[in-house]
């Protein structure tokens, strides 16, 4: 009897979730999360049934934990958290979906879900593993590949990016080789820096901790970089501002050095430059790209099925990890996405 014929004959579906206890202040520990268990309703006409096999644990939901808006709302206190996820369809009553179909989502930390046809993106079950649909094929890899567009990266281009071996930096990275740039990239180990050498094909990597960053673009670039695609913020910001050249681009993506902050962080001392060297500094936010997310999947996916990609990812095993998957994004134990396996 397969899953869904099991699903069908049950009287209640029972589905384990996580949910937010309580607001972090700093990194978020293991009590600011709660777990619990949720019984499904019986399935509605129009609605999905969905079994997660993946979920995504991401930067930014750091900010999301935080008490005021942003460019996403807050999540809510007792509520069960949100997130990317890929998962197989269980049950059907709507004519887009068939028991079997995989999809992604933005229903994460949880086993199971009921969802709208409008809420699910279909995907290929051809394309394995799955979780690459939440890495080089999902927002972190659009985030590298829309980042590059933003700002116009081009062939011949010195391309600097801090954060490198994180889930959107290797994929940025990749793709700036592809198109014909030198990629400098940094990183918190030199494990990392080895990943970015030998497997992202970066054409100079350096760990950020063995001194300071300004000094090591000093000497990685001294006749300076193009674009800066910024991950980080704080000291790599403020490094990139000195080793930009005139008319440079900053790709503004992320800036985890500041995210567990409880209080803003002051801006670069020489943010000036700016001005000086007339820079461009512009804000990404992935889902200002949806309208192109078919162009994204077709040449990202192109470049994974040629192998002229990879695909990095560090997976933690059970829902009982996400927490400790989640707090290790801000401790760096995650090479390439960090991906929760949940089935």
Not at 75 to 102: Q, T
Not at 269 to 284: A, E, Q, V, Y
């Amino acid at each position: 009897m397969n899953l869904a014929n099991q699903i069908n004959i049950m009287s209640k579906i029972e589905s384990r979730e996580i949910r937010l206890a309580s607001r972090p202040k700093g990194i978020p520990t293991a009590a600011n999360f709660s777990r619990a268990q949720t019984e499904l309703e019986a399935l509605p006409d129009q609605q999905v049934l969905v079994r997660n096999l993946f979920m995504s644990v991401d930067p930014y939901m750091r900010g999301r934990m935080n008490d005021r808006e942003s460019y996403v709302p807050p999540f809510e206190i007792g509520k069960v958290l949100e997130g990317g996820a890929v998962g197989e369809v269980v049950e059907s009553r709507a004519k887009e979906f068939k028991a079997g179909d995989a999809v992604v989502s933005n229903f994460g930390w949880r086993e199971y879900f009921i969802a709208s046809p409008k809420d699910l993106h279909a995907v290929s079950r051809s394309v394995q593993p799955l979780s690459v649909y939440l890495g080089a094929l999902g927002m972190t890899g659009m985030t590298a590949w829309a980042g590059l567009h933003l700002v116009k990266v081009e062939a011949g281009d010195v391309i600097y990016i801090s954060g490198a071996a994180g889930a959107v930096g290797n994929v940025a990275g990749q793709l700036a080789k592809l198109r014909g740039c030198k990629v400098i990239g940094s990183a918190g180990s030199m494990a990392k820096v080895k990943f970015l050498r030998e497997e992202c094909g970066f054409d100079i990597a350096f760990d950020y901790h063995t001194g300071p960053v300004v000094e090591q673009l000093k000497v990685e670039a001294p006749d300076g970089i193009d674009v800066y695609f910024d991950n980080v913020g704080g000291e790599a910001l403020e490094a990139a501002l000195s080793a930009l050249r005139v008319h440079g681009r900053i790709i503004a993506c992320g800036g985890i050095s500041g995210y567990n902050e409880e209080k803003p962080r002051p801006g670069p001392n020489n943010l000036f430059n700016i001005t000086t060297k007339r820079l461009t500094m512009k804000g990404l936010i992935v889902r200002d790209w949806l309208d192109r997310q078919g162009e994204f999947e077709k040449e990202v996916g192109g470049y994974l099925q040629s192998g002229k990609l990879k695909n990095k990812e560090t997976i933690v095993e059970g829902l009982d990890q996400a927490e400790s998957a989640f707090i290790g994004l801000f401790k760096g134990k995650n090479i390439g996405k960090m991906v929760v396996k949940l089935a």
